[in-house]
Each structure stands twice: as structure tokens, then as C-alpha cells.
């Protein structure tokens, strides 16, 4: 079992930058993925860019590509760079882990943390 943890959010003024961090705690296997997906109100939860040990990097939305940047920097930490923040940006964000291949789909994950607030005003 993994427990996620995410940080970072808050709000910011379009144009500006924020990090989201993500700590993950229990057993990690040799091969895993881990993924960023956010929900605005209203709308369903979407993937917003995964890594998985072995795969490399996937980025889910068009509208991100460019001014995101996953990284994982061991086996425990996740990131998410966010440059250039708009409005359409504003939702809360989750981590989430599998320990089998995820990328874009949130079935593929069976474990997710509770979420950080991205809120940018235009």
C-alpha cells in the first residue's frame, strides 16, 4: 500500500508559477508509475501528466505541454513544475500512484492523496 501527500498549491495571478510536490510513503517497487490528474468544478478529473519507472514521461493535456514539467527526483518524490498559470489552470490536483503501468487514465491508479488547490486569477 502507498499514501500520497501533496503540497505546493495556492493562488496565484496568471502568468506566475507554482510547484506542486508530491512525498509518497510505504512500498515502492522497482517498476511503478506516478501521475498528476486535477478537477475543476464541474468538469471530470483528467490526467495531467504521469512517469513510470522504466517508461518516461507522458503529458495528457495539449494545453499543458510546454508549461508543465513532470519530474521525479527519487522514488518517493513526484513534482510538477507549472509555468505560464491561467485561469483554465484553477482545479484541485492529485497525485496518485500505481504499481502497475498508468499514464493518462485515472482507473489505471489505485492510489491517490487528498489533493492541493491550484487557484489562479485572471
Known amino acids: 500500500q502507498v499514501q500520497l501527500v501533496e503540497s505546493g498549491g495556492g493562488s496565484v495571478q496568471a502568468g506566475l508559477s507554482l510547484r506542486l510536490s508530491c512525498a509518497a510513503f510505504?512500498?515502492?517497487?522497482?517498476?511503478?508509475?506516478m501521475g498528476w490528474f486535477r478537477q475543476a468544478p464541474g468538469k471530470e478529473r483528467e490526467g495531467v501528466a504521469a512517469?513510470?519507472?522504466?517508461?518516461?514521461?507522458t503529458y495528457c493535456i495539449d494545453s499543458v505541454k510546454g508549461r508543465f514539467t513532470i519530474s521525479q527526483v527519487n522514488a518517493r518524490t513526484l513534482y510538477l513544475q507549472m509555468n505560464s498559470l491561467n485561469a483554465e489552470d484553477t482545479a484541485m490536483y492529485y497525485c496518485?500512484?500505481?504499481?502497475?503501468?498508468?499514464?493518462?487514465?485515472?482507473?489505471?491508479?489505485?492510489?491517490w492523496g487528498r489533493g492541493t488547490q491550484v487557484t489562479v486569477s485572471s
Open positions: 510505504g512500498y515502492i517497487p522497482s517498476s511503478y508509475c
Open positions: 496518485a500512484f500505481s504499481y502497475g503501468s498508468g499514464r493518462c487514465s485515472s482507473r489505471d491508479f489505485g492510489y
Open positions: 512517469n513510470c519507472i522504466g517508461g518516461g514521461s
